[in-house]
């Protein structure tokens, strides 16, 4: 097993977890809004690694949620999560974001039926989602899409059977996937807490990134939106 510094700043949370041999031995989390994560995320890493060093805890890795997500929420995370693993001279992990929030349900058993799929959903914007679908043993049935949602988005897989949904994104399509094998998770956040699971997994798979050259998964370019002329705004 393995010490592993958790970083998360894929969605409005800001969360930063160690885990030392399974077991998540400090955690914060911030839920007022992706505008403080810069400067809540440097306070919570530098509480993680003192609360280490005060324990005589060797860091071995730092892993970072790596999208999609958030544009500027990935990019300070990534930027943190580098800056840590090169200082300190240990391995990079990039966890998915979507495969991330599966976590929890599958952690406190939400899900019981066998045939379920899961659909991890984050928030884009209007009618649209980050989404992917999964079995409950997290082999990927669909890869990630940026979906816009109706009534017959996922009806190949809900007229299979059950299908759980749940993430930020998945509140807006309560009343717009009204298949009766839908159903619907609420308050499921991507949390650093629950990353070493997967964390763990890539250190044994050996899936490191390089420290250089690594840039999280964005799905989309960033779009920085033009200001309007001094005159037009004048108008």
């Avoid at 990039?94 to 659909?119: G, H």
């Avoid at 009343?175 to 991507?190: C, E, G, K, Q």
């Amino acid at each position: 097993m393995s010490c592993i510094l958790n970083i998360e700043t894929s969605t409005n949370v800001c969360s930063v977890a160690v885990s030392n041999d399974a077991e998540c031995i400090f955690n914060k989390e911030d839920h007022s809004g992706g505008p403080h994560h810069n400067e809540q995320l440097g306070t919570f890493i530098d509480e993680a690694l003192s609360f280490m060093d005060n324990h005589a805890i060797p860091l071995d890795a730092v892993a970072v949620s790596c999208g999609p997500g958030s544009y500027t929420g990935l990019r300070i995370g990534t930027s943190m999560a580098k800056g840590v693993a090169y200082g300190r001279d240990v391995k990079l992990i990039a966890v998915p974001t979507l495969e991330l929030l599966c976590v929890p349900v599958l952690l406190r058993e939400m899900v019981k039926e066998e045939n379920a799929l899961l659909v991890p959903m984050l928030d884009a914007r209007r009618m649209e989602v980050y989404a992917q679908v999964f079995t409950r043993a997290l082999k990927e049935v669909r890869p990630i899409q940026a979906d816009i949602v109706d009534a017959d988005t996922y009806k190949e897989y809900l007229d299979k059977g059950p299908v759980y949904f749940f993430g930020d994104g998945a509140k807006k399509c309560k009343d717009v996937i009204t298949h009766p094998n839908a159903h619907f998770i609420d308050n499921i956040d991507a949390l650093a807490k629950y990353m070493f699971p997967l964390a763990e997994k890539r250190i044994a798979l050996e899936q490191f990134e390089d420290v250089a050259y690594f840039v999280p998964f964005y799905l989309k370019d960033f779009v920085a939106k033009k200001s309007k002329p001094l005159l037009e705004i004048e108008k």
